[in-house]
């Protein structure tokens, strides 16, 4: 492959992960996931975890697999690129584990006495890439296996960082997330 094929794939393949996220942001409010309960004097999770954002962050990752399904043919001629198609369960891995591992995040920054909107750089780039990824590789063993092939896998974790720092300025930018990570 190309290093181009290789970085349309990789970022094609995540699409469904990036999502979740910035899904969740937009949508965020409401009951906390823990209810507010804590733990050794500090939140579980905290108020900025909560069922609604965490909800549509994973069904919009979902949708947006069969969106990419929908339209992956004209793309991948478009771009003269073999772009994979989503199984359900690979969507839903993608979406789903992306917003674990958001919440594994905030789970751990309340640990360490990190308040709610506390950066943790490098947690906070790769939280989510990294539970998508095994989520995914346990769900759809041998469609993770075809499509992050070791090159793929290297541009996912060069790249995300980059796009989550970038969408996160922008967002902080438009007034929509009150920090810029
Ligand atoms: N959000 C949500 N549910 C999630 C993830 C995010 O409702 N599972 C919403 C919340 O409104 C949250 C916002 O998206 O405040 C930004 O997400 P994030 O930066 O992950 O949360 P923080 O508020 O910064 O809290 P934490 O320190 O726990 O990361
Ligand atoms: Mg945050």
Redesign the pocket.
Known sequence: MSLFETVAVALWAMLPAYV??NA???????R??DGGRTWRGRRL??????????A??VLAGAALAGVLNAVGPAVSSALGVDLPTFPLAAGFALAAGA?LG??A??FL??RTG?????A?PGL?QLDFVVFALLLTFLSAPEWFGSVFTLEVLAVVVVVTPLLHVGT?AIAYALGL???P?
């Open positions: 979740p996220n969740a942001v937009l949508a965020g409010g409401g906390p996931i999770l905290g108020d900025g975890k909560t069922w609604r954002g965490t549509v962050g917003m958001d919440i995040a905030s920054k309340r990190r308040e709610r909107g506390a943790f906070d996160n997330k009150d920090e990570w």
